[in-house]
């Protein structure tokens, strides 16, 4: 393919600001955007745009044949697995960049031909997500050694504790991080920056710069025996459900702190409410759940040493300019035939 015949279509929400970015860092690519036919934002990212938005018969033709004429995609179509499933039979396409970190999900889900997935390269925003995700890890850690249950409880009660309780230091506590990808390792600065002593797990086990034990799952329950915080940043994939059970939980020290940025289906629910039942978790601070939303009869909604939080970590205000971003460097490599940037995996979904 000539790197001055390539055709992109925007197929999910985005800014003409950010639209004529791309057109002018890629001046020789045809940029096809047609705003009419997207969803409006509700909110910043909001990709699939608001649900209420209803294409006619006529705008529908108008956004499949834009997509169908294209190279390359900005988003999957309608933002879910079965607008990838549709246009995965067009014979153009090469390549889609995903809004989502955790794209391989949606892959798997399109079920896909073995030669659609092999001509189609899937890349995912995994690392846009990195600070806001590590962030949101460290407003957990916060929260479950300062209190602020119990800070919340007494002030919505008005009540002054006669004895105070003391807190604990983050400076000098030991965290491990279940997947040093850019997310985990994103969590590790910041971790560090707070005097913390950080060591985590990694598929293909090696020495990182500031960590002071890398090893693989397997290795999982000996880390946590001495760790104050568990953070789990894993997709989810066969390999990693339920992964964080009952025999990672009984290798805890009691009152040990689990925040989930990862995967819900990383961690088995179950065996999380028992470790928070018996001690063994003081605190869990929570932004993905096996089945979201979150079932309204899930005991985690009212646990008391829990923070439910709606799968909303990730978002800021910057993240659309961020895999825009991503896409122009992304594009670049597409036109002068390089590998590109967080590819899905095709057999594994991550």
Known sequence: MSPENITVAIAVPLSSELVERIKSAHPTVTVR??????????????????????????????YWKMLRSADVLYGFPNEDAQGLASISSS???RWIQAMAAGAGGTVKAANLSPSDLARITVTSSAG????????????????????TVALA??????????????TRLLSGSNVVIAGLGEIGLETARLARALGMNV????RNVEAIDGIDVVTDTAGLPDLVATADVLI???PGTPYTEKLIN??????????????????????????????????????ACLDVF?????PTNSELWSHPLVLVSPHCSALSAAENRLIAERFIENLTRFQADEELLHPVDSVYFY
């Open 232 to 234: 789990n940043t894993l």
């Open 199 to 202: 060591s985590g797990t990694k």
């Open 246 to 283: 009952s025999k990672i939980f009984n290798a805890m020290k009691p009152g040990t702190i689990l925040i989930n940025v990862g995967r819900g289906t990383v961690v088995d629910e179950e065996d999380l409410l028992a470790a928070l039942n018996n001690g063994q978790l003081s605190y």
């Open 91 to 93: 014979p153009k396409l």
């Open 128 to 147: 846009v997500h990195a600070l806001p995700l590590a962030e949101f890890a460290m407003l957990g850690i916060l929260n479950g050694f300062k209190g």
């Open 33 to 62: 955007y047609e705003p009419e036919l997207l969803p409006p934002e509700r909110f910043p990212a909001d990709h699939a745009g608001d649900p209420a938005f209803k294409r006619t018969a006529e705008q529908e033709a108008r």
């Open 290 to 294: 096996a089945e979201e939303p979150l």
């Open 153 to 166: 409880a007494d002030q919505a009660a008005k009540h002054w504790p006669e004895l105070r309780s003391p």
